[in-house]
């Protein structure tokens, strides 16, 4: 699975962006597609999570009531909608997919980076104050 992640770019404080990423390869509805940043400095961290077949969502308490995660299955996208982004949002963004082999059980394990093996490259998302 080759995952690619687009729409970063500078935003003011306030503002809203919407990345993309898009799938390649074999992926399978029951897995789960998620969305992680890392800022300059700091370790990967969670954002938000949803199985590519849709249904429940997974976001980290700072992001909550701001980004949306959804995904058009049949294209294999994955989005996220950032609304009232704050400057601490700035870092890099990374799409990630897992293969559906995990020791714990859903969705207990969708926070965590090493359960994810299908990595992007990364857009960057910059947000001035």
């Known amino acids: 699975v080759q995952l690619q992640a687009s729409g970063g770019g500078l935003v003011q404080a306030g503002g809203s962006l919407r990345l993309s990423c898009a799938a390649s390869g074999r992926t399978s509805s029951y897995y789960v597609v998620a969305w992680f940043r890392q800022a300059p400095g700091k370790g990967r961290e969670f954002v938000a999570a949803i199985r590519w077949s849709g249904g429940s969502t997974y976001y980290a308490d700072s992001v909550k009531g701001r980004f949306t995660i959804s995904t058009d299955n049949a294209k294999n996208m994955v989005y996220l909608q950032m609304n009232s982004l704050k400057p601490e949002d700035a870092a890099v963004y990374y799409c990630?997919?897992?293969?559906?082999?995990?020791?714990?059980?859903?969705?207990?394990?969708?926070?965590?980076?090493?359960?994810?093996?299908?990595w992007g490259q990364g857009t960057q998302v910059t947000v001035s104050s």
């Open positions: 990630a997919s897992d293969s559906g082999a995990h020791s714990r059980p859903f969705p207990v394990w969708v926070f965590a980076t090493y359960e994810y093996v299908y």
